[in-house]
C-alpha cells in the first residue's frame, strides 16, 4: 500500500533526496490541507477569507508538485515561499501567537533547510526570520488585528488537531526520508561494488588484473607464513604475438587476447585465479594443486588454445601459447619441504616459460628442481 501510494507521488523516475521530499511535502501539504483544513474551517466557521488563503495554498501546493511530478522542474524555493506567505496571513486570521499556526511555521523551517542550499537557504531563513519577527510584533503592538478564537474550545479542538497534522506530515516525511536514504545507501553500494570490480578486472580480457593479483599473492604470502599447504602456479604466454600484432592488426590481437581468456577460464575451478599479467602474458594461481595436476592444467589449455579454429575469426590464423609451471608440496613422501613463497614460484615458473619458448614454444615447461 505504502508502496503504491509512493508510485503515485513520486513516479518511476529516480530523484535526488531532497527531489522526493519536494514531491512529498507539496503533494502531503495540499492533501492533508484538502482533506482536514478545509472541513475545519466550516466546522470552526473561521472567516471566508482563512478559508480563501487555505484554498490558494492547496492550489499552489498541487501546481508545484505536478510541475516536479510530470515536468521534472522543481521550484523549490517558490513553494517554500509560497507556504511561508500563505501561513504569515493565515497566522493572523488563526489566533497568532495563541493559534496553531506556530506549529506549521517551524516545520516549514525544517523544510527549508532540507530543501534548500546555500544562498536560497540563507535567503530563505532570512525572510522566515523577518516575518517572524513581523508577526510577533503585530501580535505585541497592534493585538486588534488579530483574530482570536472565538471560544476556548475551539481553540482546544484547533490546538489537537494541528498538533496531530504536524506529527502525521512528519511521520511521513520521516518514511520517505529513511526509504530515501535506504534507496542511495543500496545505489551507492552498488556503485561502489561495480566500481571495485573495474579495478581489478582487466577490461580487455574480463580477467584479474595485475593489480588484483598482487595483492592475491600478498594475501597468499601472509596464509604460508602461518600455515602450510600446497599450491601451483603457471606462467603462460601467446607465441609470437607481436607478430599477430604486425601481421593482422592490434584489433586482431586484442579479438585473440578475449577468446584465449575465454579458453582459459573454461578449464579451471572456481578455487583457481587467473589474471593478466602484462601485455600477453598470464599468470594462474592455484590453491591445493599439487605440481603435476598443473603441469596437465597448462596441457589442456595448450591444447584447446592450439586446436581451436582460429581461421573462423582470422582467415590463416594460428594461435599457440607456451607455458612455464612451478609448484610447493608442504610434505613430500611424508617429509614437510621447506616453503617456496609465490614470488619464488612465479620467478621459477617464469624461467621455465623461457626454457619453454627456446625449446620451439607450443610447449609446457616443468624443470625437475
Not at 14 to 33: P, Q, T
Not at 197 to 206: F, P, Q, R
Not at 225 to 253: C, P, R, W
Not at 281 to 286: D, G, K, T, V
Request: charged residues 20%; aromatic residues 14%; glycine residues 4%.
Amino acid at each position: 500500500m505504502l508502496n503504491k501510494f509512493k508510485k503515485i507521488v513520486i513516479g518511476d523516475n529516480a530523484h535526488k533526496f531532497e527531489e522526493c521530499v519536494f514531491l512529498f511535502i507539496s503533494f502531503m501539504s495540499g492533501l492533508v490541507s484538502l482533506i482536514f483544513v478545509i472541513p475545519l474551517n466550516l466546522i470552526q466557521k473561521y472567516p471566508l477569507i482563512h478559508s480563501l488563503f487555505v484554498i490558494v495554498f492547496i492550489l499552489f501546493s498541487f501546481i508545484f508538485w505536478s510541475i516536479a511530478r510530470f515536468k521534472r522542474i522543481f521550484f523549490m524555493f517558490s513553494f517554500v515561499l509560497t507556504v511561508n506567505i500563505s501561513l504569515s496571513f493565515i497566522y493572523i486570521y488563526n489566533a497568532g501567537i495563541k493559534g496553531s499556526i506556530p506549529y506549521f511555521l517551524c516545520q516549514i523551517f525544517l523544510f527549508t533547510i532540507i530543501l534548500l542550499r546555500g544562498n536560497k537557504r540563507r535567503v530563505m531563513v532570512l525572510i522566515q526570520i523577518i516575518s517572524l519577527m513581523i508577526l510577533f510584533s503585530i501580535d505585541i503592538i497592534k493585538p486588534e488585528w488579530i483574530i482570536q478564537y472565538p471560544d476556548e474550545m475551539q481553540n482546544y479542538f484547533d490546538h489537537i488537531t494541528s498538533i496531530g497534522l504536524v506529527f502525521l506530515i512528519s511521520a511521513i516525511l520521516i518514511w520517505q526520508l529513511v526509504a530515501t536514504f535506504d534507496i542511495e545507501r543500496r545505489s551507492i553500494k552498488e556503485e561502489l561494488a561495480v566500481e571495485s570490480k573495474k579495478a581489478v578486472i582487466d577490461s580487455l580480457t574480463g580477467l584479474f588484473n595485475r593489480r588484483y593479483l598482487d595483492d592475491f599473492i600478498k594475501h597468499l604470502k601472509n596464509r604460508l607464513e602461518y600455515s602450510s599447504f600446497s599450491y601451483s602456479v603457471i606462467m603462460g604466454d601467446i607465441d609470437l604475438f607481436k607478430q599477430i600484432n604486425d601481421t593482422y592488426g592490434h584489433q586482431a590481437g586484442d579479438q585473440v587476447l578475449t577468446k584465449v581468456s575465454e579458453i582459459m577460464q573454461l578449464q579451471l575451478r572456481k578455487t583457481d585465479v587467473v589474471g593478466r599479467y602484462g601485455g600477453e602474458e598470464f599468470l594462474f594461481i592455484l590453491p591445493e594443486t599439487q605440481v603435476l595436476n598443473a603441469l596437465l592444467l597448462a596441457e589442456k589449455i595448450r591444447k584447446s588454445i592450439m586446436e581451436f579454429r582460429w581461421d573462423l575469426i582470422i582467415p590463416d590464423l594460428q594461435v599457440t601459447m607456451s607455458f612455464g609451471i612451478a609448484g610447493y608440496s608442504h610434505i613430500t613422501d611424508g617429509i614437510i619441504t621447506k616453503k617456496f613463497m609465490p614470488h619464488e614460484l612465479i620467478c621459477k615458473a617464469d624461467s621455465d616459460l623461457y626454457i619453454a619458448k627456446e625449446n620451439g614454444r607450443n610447449q609446457s615447461f616443468l624443470s625437475d628442481s
